[in-house]
């Protein structure tokens, strides 16, 4: 069975600009949650979701949004970046939203110029 | 609020031998999970091993094992037999129970060195 994978794998934006990340999660796996990952902040909790909808959202500004559709892909979208969204970005997915166990994919890393 | 908390950010173990990595927490539910996850300079995460708060029972996975004190709300891993392919940074982390959210709660980090 494939794992969770994630595009791109890299990218360079300039401030200002949006950016928009995918995740296809675990085949059967229907949640889907998403973190930021910098040397300063460490590993925060952006959003969660389950059957396209939103459980839960992290401390971050409404620059940060996600979705996801009915085939339990997701993305992330960053809009007007700033040089401190630059980060290694995660998506783990579950196969519901009460599994004891989640599968990362290998992250986006973004830098933001 | 939960908290994770890693206080030894760098140890070093040789080849063979066994070490122990920290994790304390804070939380005031009952019912959660404790996991160690593992990443690589690939930065891939690699869920190394879970436990379940309501288990009295230390889980194992092969040569990785915990010590859970509830009461103490300690959660150490302990890499017996030590590989030069255990070493990688080692996030503890914290799930809370009751189906509310699969959300992780991460510490720090440890990044373990293993010396041949």
């Known amino acids: 069975k494939a794992g969770v994978t994630q595009t791109p794998r890299y990218l360079i934006k300039t401030r200002g600009q949006q950016v928009t990340l995918s995740c296809s999660p675990i085949?059967?796996?229907?949640?889907v949650s998403w973190y930021q990952q910098t040397p300063g902040q460490g590993l925060q909790f952006l959003f969660e979701y389950f059957s396209e909808t939103q459980r839960n959202k992290g401390n971050f500004p409404g620059r940060f949004s996600g979705r996801q559709f009915s085939n339990s892909r997701s993305e992330m979208n960053v809009s007007t970046l700033e040089l401190g969204d630059s980060a290694l970005y995660l998506c783990?997915?579950?196969?519901?939203?009460?599994?004891?166990?989640?599968?990362f994919g290998p992250g986006t890393r973004l830098l933001v110029l | 609020a939960q908290t994770v908390t890693q206080s030894q950010p760098e140890m070093s173990v040789q080849e063979a031998e066994t070490v122990t990595l920290s994790c304390t927490y804070d939380?005031?539910?009952?019912?959660?999970?404790l996991f160690w996850y593992k990443q690589p300079p690939s930065r891939q995460m690699i869920l190394v091993i879970r436990?379940?708060?309501?288990?009295?029972q230390n889980a194992t996975e092969n040569r990785f094992s915990v010590n859970f004190q509830k009461a103490a709300k300690s959660f150490s891993l302990k890499i017996s037999d030590s590989q030069l392919g255990d070493a990688a940074m080692y996030f503890c982390?914290?799930?809370?129970?009751?189906?509310?959210?699969?959300?992780?709660?991460f510490g720090t980090g440890t990044l373990l060195a293993v010396q041949p």
């Open positions: 436990q379940e708060a309501y288990k009295q």
């Open positions: 982390a914290y799930r809370s129970g009751g189906g509310a959210t699969n959300k992780l709660i």
């Open positions: 783990a997915s579950s196969r519901d939203r009460d599994h004891r166990t989640q599968y």
């Open positions: 085949s059967g796996h229907r949640s």
């Open positions: 939380t005031s539910e009952s019912d959660y999970y």
